[in-house]
């Protein structure tokens, strides 16, 4: 019994922690770019499956996407042809 109070005591802490960390645009990016490298999925996976572990809406994360984020998300919907694609040098 000691031992699950601990361990409740324990989550609560970690709850309080992460409620108390405030998104930033640079927490976002830093979470998403993270997210891709180790799970190796898009941009777009990344940004909705961190947008849901922080029960955010999807459409109001636009705020937290920083530049770099903005440009690698173009670039994925253009390969993927959900944007059309701009005209580009062959090299």
């Known amino acids: 019994m000691v031992c699950g ?11 309080k922690l992460d ?5 930033t645009k640079s927490r976002f990016t830093r979470m ?7 799970k190796q999925q898009p ?6 499956a961190i947008c849901e572990n922080h029960n955010m809406d999807v459409e109001d994360c636009k705020k937290f996407v920083s530049p770099v ?8 919907a253009m390969s993927l042809n959900y944007l ?3 005209n580009t040098l062959p090299l």
């Open 69 to 76: 984020i903005k440009n690698k998300l173009e670039a994925e």
């Open 32 to 38: 998403v770019e993270d997210w891709v490298r180790e």
């Open 43 to 48: 941009y777009m996976d990344a940004v909705v």
């Open 84 to 86: 059309p694609r701009q």
């Open 19 to 23: 409620s108390d960390m405030m998104m």
């Open 5 to 15: 109070l601990k361990k409740w005591k324990v989550i609560i802490i970690m709850i």
